[in-house]
């Protein structure tokens, strides 16, 4: 009867080991949870407004989307540089959606306003 008592303990404190190693590998739980807070910003956004772009610079992980939207009462476009995209005119409201798959720096413009610039990095 004694025996089986400590064989019983023994087990527990087994079992209670198995628990807290349990419970240690499962305190990096936060870490995935902050990932997916990042993987939230993969869907980027840039206002047009008071002729300029806001972020004018911005930095993205590849495959994510930007979006434009127009705040101002005038037209624009968001233009690449290199020719890598191109929105249609941007009325008042009007958004314009890229997906950036491929990683480096991406320069556009307005092509109505050529001196309003921005640019997007993708890592
Ligand atoms: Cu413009």
Same mark, same amino acid.
């Given at each position: ?8 303990? /023994?087990?527990?404190?087994? /079992?209670? *080991? ?6 240690? @590998? ?46 101002? @009462? *005038? +037209?624009?476009? /968001?233009?690449? =540089? ?8 941007? @009325?008042?409201? =009007?958004?314009?959606?890229? +997906? ?24």
């Amino acid at each position: 009867m004694k025996k089986y008592n400590i064989l019983a303990l /023994v087990a527990l404190a087994g /079992v209670m *080991v198995m628990v807290a190693g349990c419970t240690s @590998s499962s305190s990096p739980s936060p870490s995935p949870a902050s990932s997916a807070v990042t993987s939230t910003t993969t869907q980027n956004s840039v206002a047009i407004q008071n002729y300029v772009f806001n972020p004018s610079a911005l930095t993205i992980q590849k495959g994510a989307n930007v979006t434009w939207k127009n705040y101002d @009462s *005038v +037209q624009h476009t /968001v233009t690449s =540089d290199s020719g890598a995209f191109s929105s249609p005119l941007l @009325s008042t409201g =009007d958004t314009y959606t890229y +997906q950036f798959n491929n990683t480096g720096t991406y320069p556009y413009h307005c092509s109505i306003h050529t001196y309003m610039k921005g640019t997007i990095t993708v890592v």
